[in-house]
């Protein structure tokens, strides 16, 4: 009898530990705001109200030959542009204010080489239209507008992907220096509106370490350039700058040979 005795409070105890344990996993399992189950469920969470804003692209020749649209910052040489939102859907009424134009679809697209006074910051208005989500957010009028600016360049070199860089061939151990330049024949640096018949030429100097200066073909966003030679004689590949820590990399094909580099831009 006394051994029973004995025993009950360990038996208390052990069930009680259960009970806790059980409990504590029943809360754990319960915490997503996305779950309806959940004492917390939210049914807003995550939801955000739509938004006016935009991408700005502009649209360059890639090694394939092929118009692709590159989505960039705020810096353009100015062909093509494109301004899209990403609410593509026929329930989003979209109206943009492009200089004296008024246009209409989730997407427009303008050129910008008409623009010859270099350098210009232009300015793009869009006004978005939407059906309100009453539920999470019932002061919303279902309307939202911004206004973004972008810059035209007036020189080549202002892009990030022509200068100056010191780059690290995979597999070598020994870096170089080379540059990039948009040139006319007298080696001044090229502007971006062309006056007359005045010749320009991409340079590459020192590219892939060879010592030389040769004129290849060059297509180029402010972040990202295309070479579109055929891979052997001329490079074929793409070379992309990054910002946030002013590196670079470069995939390319050249002398029939697959080659990557990485490095940093100079100036």
Not at 110 to 133: A, G, K, W
Not at 231 to 259: A, C, T, W
């Amino acid at each position: 009898m006394q051994k029973n005795q004995s025993l009950a409070p360990k038996i208390i105890f052990y069930l009680l530990a259960v009970f806790l344990v059980l409990s504590s996993c029943k809360k754990d399992e319960c915490k997503d705001p996305t779950n309806p189950d959940c004492e917390n469920y939210d049914p807003c969470y995550g939801i955000s109200m739509p938004t006016a804003k935009f991408l700005m692209e502009e649209q360059i020749w890639d090694d394939s030959n092929e118009r692709v649209y590159i989505s960039e910052d705020s810096i353009f040489s100015g062909s093509n542009i494109r301004f899209r939102s990403t609410f593509e859907s026929d329930e989003y009424k979209h109206t943009w204010y492009v200089g004296s134009e008024v246009l209409s679809g989730f997407k427009v697209t303008r050129n910008f080489l008409t623009v010859t006074n270099r350098p210009n910051y232009v300015t793009i208005s869009h006004v978005m239209e939407y059906p309100v989500d009453k539920m999470c957010f019932p002061l919303d009028d279902g309307r939202d507008s911004v206004s973004q600016t972008f810059y035209l360049i007036e020189y080549w070199k202002e892009l990030n992907v022509l200068g100056a860089f010191r780059g690290l061939l995979k597999g070598q151990t020994d870096s170089f220096d080379f540059k990039i330049r948009t040139l006319y024949e007298d080696g001044m640096d090229a502007k971006r509106i062309r006056i007359g018949n005045e010749r320009m030429d991409d340079y590459f100097i020192n590219f892939h370490n060879e010592g030389d200066s040769i004129p290849y073909d060059f297509f180029s966003a402010n972040n990202v350039g295309y070479f579109t030679g055929n891979g052997g004689p001329s490079p074929d590949g793409v070379m992309n700058y990054n910002k946030e820590n002013n590196s670079i990399s470069l995939k390319y094909r050249f002398h029939n040979q697959d080659f990557e580099l990485s490095g940093r831009k100079l100036k």
